[in-house]
């Protein structure tokens, strides 16, 4: 609102509005500080939140600004859903002020599991409530138009207030909220961290415009998204990997080990086999576990997934043989050569 809007930045906001199929749609600056900011923007203190437990951390910091009640539901679990919700309307009702908003995520960024939107809509017809999606994962590589895991789950026109960043399917910076258009006109004129900042770049909205573009002209990458992602996932799983439950692009591989096996071996991965992943360790998950998180793309071929695969069979004989543990580090850089001279630096066991 302070500087930096132009023509393209609005051009921008009608057409996620029509590609998501809704009214309106407001422009962020990143998805993390967006998301704090919607939520600090839409409630005041006799507002209550009903949120998933596995949310995102942009959705918990953006609890932390919130100074009404708010109640946490076991990860997509619906019965306990309903049992927030009722705590939540009984609140409501004895204070005879303000709304319920819920929120949780189209898909979970760690397992890749959806969230279970449709049921959480089908509680619309007998509880008052407003539901906030984060969909970072679904945009783009979920739905018949890849309009997200509301589209995918017939319930996009339910959702109320639908969020995305630009961070995954158009790989840019940025992201939006839409909705109904009183909706977003009051979170535009009295969002926070927008207001009081610059807009998005000019280069970023254009460039933002073509991957849009891209993604409503050329479906056939989001079918080749899905190829991938589908052939990756079954020969992990044909592998003996434990994938998990996912039902999204996003391909979590579970094994066990500590933290600096972990490191080594995402090392190993990147240096000698050429393949990135990122890992997720202790504390974000209990000690001795690690996600192997893998993001395959349309434009990977079929020998990148051969690779992967192969290179995960390999990696994995390593870890379960204890080669990438400290004490063995010397080993690992005689078998691989180069790269793991940094870590001898270290005192063992440190
Ligand atoms: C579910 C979810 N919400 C929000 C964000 C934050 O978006 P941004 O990277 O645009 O700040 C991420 C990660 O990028 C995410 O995975």
Request: glycine letters at 8%; aromatic letters at 8%.
């Amino acid at each position: 609102m302070m500087s930096g809007n132009s023509n393209y930045h609005e051009q921008l906001e009608r057409e996620l509005a029509a590609f998501e199929g809704k009214e309106d749609a407001a422009l962020l600056n990143y998805g993390y500080q967006g998301m704090v900011s919607i939520i600090d923007v839409l409630c005041n203190r006799h507002d209550v939140i009903v949120y998933d437990a596995e949310s995102h951390a942009c959705i918990i910091d953006g609890l932390r600004l919130h100074p009404g009640h708010r109640y946490v539901y076991k990860h997509n679990d619906m019965a306990d859903f309903e049992k927030q919700l009722q705590r939540a309307t009984t609140l409501i009702e004895k204070q005879d002020a303000g709304g319920i908003l819920v929120i949780t995520e189209g898909v979970f960024g760690m397992a890749g599991d959806q969230g279970r939107l449709k049921e959480i809509c089908d509680f619309k017809d007998r509880y008052e409530f407003r539901l906030l999606v984060d969909d970072a994962h679904g945009f783009g590589t979920l739905g018949k138009t890849g309009a997200g895991a509301g589209e995918e789950q017939g319930v996009q026109d339910k959702i109320d207030l639908y969020f995305s960043t630009f961070a995954k399917s158009m790989a840019s910076i940025g992201a939006f909220v839409a909705g109904e258009k009183n909706i977003i006109d009051y979170i535009r004129y009295n969002i926070r961290s927008q207001i009081f900042a610059k807009s998005l770049p000019m280069p970023v909205v254009i460039g933002n415009l073509k991957r849009l573009e891209l993604l409503r002209t050329q479906p056939q990458m989001k079918e080749k998204l899905w190829e991938n992602a589908i052939k990756l996932q079954r020969g992990l799983t044909q592998r003996g990997f434990d994938i998990g439950k996912t039902d999204s692009v996003v391909t979590p591989v579970y094994m066990k080990g500590g933290v600096e096996e972990a490191t080594a071996m995402v090392m190993d991965l990147r240096e000698n086999y050429k393949i990135f992943c990122s890992i997720v360790v202790y504390p974000v998950i209990p000690k001795g576990n690690i996600i192997y998180r893998l993001i395959p793309t349309a434009v990977h071929t079929d020998d990148d997934i051969e690779l992967t695969l192969q290179a995960f069979s390999e990696t994995k004989k390593k870890l379960d043989a204890g080669i990438y543990k400290a004490d063995h580090i010397p080993d690992m850089a005689e078998v691989t050569g180069k790269r793991f001279e940094y870590m001898l630096d270290k005192p063992k066991n440190k």
